[in-house]
């Protein structure tokens, strides 16, 4: 049966769910409840880690949080669509969609590595408007809703970014495309002598670092919707001088596919590069 209750909306302007609270409160619950099945299961037996493709895994614990969060969202959005990494995309009949992916660095979570995250976003029209990246392992929320700023457990980020590439801390991801690989580590030797590269293994953190300053720039040559749209909302929010671009120059969107963000003055530096 379909739920024909009108859409409403709280006094910021993002929808209400049908219990009548807060899409905030709804999100951050949802990636609440995804970090408890995380360290129920980080380092356990019986994961269930299959490849869906070369280099790229996804296990039993992806699957399941994901339906959980599915059922739990469009209970409370009928109006809603949903896209998840691993159930696919459900479209709806408003303007606003669901992003989720229940495990960014699944790798590092199979292996026992303690750096992945939920991230949960909604968008409005294709632009995000609230977003959610939880890391369980050190209970870090990063959190921010359009024109609020954004924050890391709940306070306000006010990144003091490096200035020169020289100075700069930069993270990258590689993915199962062997040909964006080879690209990618081609930038990173075409910027040495530079010492303070990460290769972070959660392009959800990679970010979330970068907007809040923790690291000074971050790409990535192949992401989904899913792994990017609380992050682009967190570069659009930070307070400081950040962005976030493609590799043509144009401003990323969550369907861009290869992303540059962090430090507005570095940025050109490395998309060159």
Do not use: C
Not at 233 to 254: K, M, N, Q, V, Y
């Amino acid at each position: 049966m379909v739920d024909m209750r009108p859409m409403t909306t709280s006094p910021d302007g993002l929808p209400l769910a049908a219990t009548g609270r807060t899409a905030q409160s709804m999100a951050l619950e949802a990636a609440q409840y995804a970090g408890k099945i995380h360290l129920r299961h980080f380092r356990g037996d019986h994961l269930g880690a299959r490849e869906k493709r070369h280099a790229d895994v996804v296990t039993d614990v992806d699957v399941a949080i994901e339906q959980e969060l599915r059922q739990l969202l469009m209970r409370e959005f009928p109006f809603a669509g949903f896209l998840g990494e691993e159930t696919g995309e459900t479209e709806g009949d408003s303007d606003y969609t669901w992003t989720v992916d229940p495990i960014d660095g699944t790798a590092n979570f199979v292996r026992g590595i303690p750096h992945f995250a939920t991230t949960i976003a909604l968008l409005k029209s294709g632009v995000p408007v609230l977003g959610i990246t939880y890391d369980a392992i050190r209970n870090d929320t990063f959190y921010a809703v359009a024109g609020r700023g954004l924050t890391l457990n709940g306070l306000l980020m006010k990144p003091n970014y490096a200035r020169s590439i020289g100075e700069a801390n930069l993270g990258f991801d590689i993915g199962p495309e062997e040909d964006l690989n080879v690209r990618a580590f081609g930038i990173i030797q075409s910027l040495l002598p530079m010492y303070r590269v990460r290769l972070m293994g959660s392009g959800a953190l990679g970010f979330a670092y970068a907007a809040a300053g923790l690291i000074d720039v971050y790409f990535h040559l192949a992401l989904k919707p899913w792994d990017v749209a609380a992050g682009l909302l967190f570069i659009r929010e930070t307070a400081a001088d950040a962005d976030s671009i493609d590799f043509d120059g144009a401003p990323a969107t969550p369907w861009s596919g290869n992303y540059l963000v962090g430090a507005h003055g570095l940025l050109e530096r490395v998309r060159t590069a």
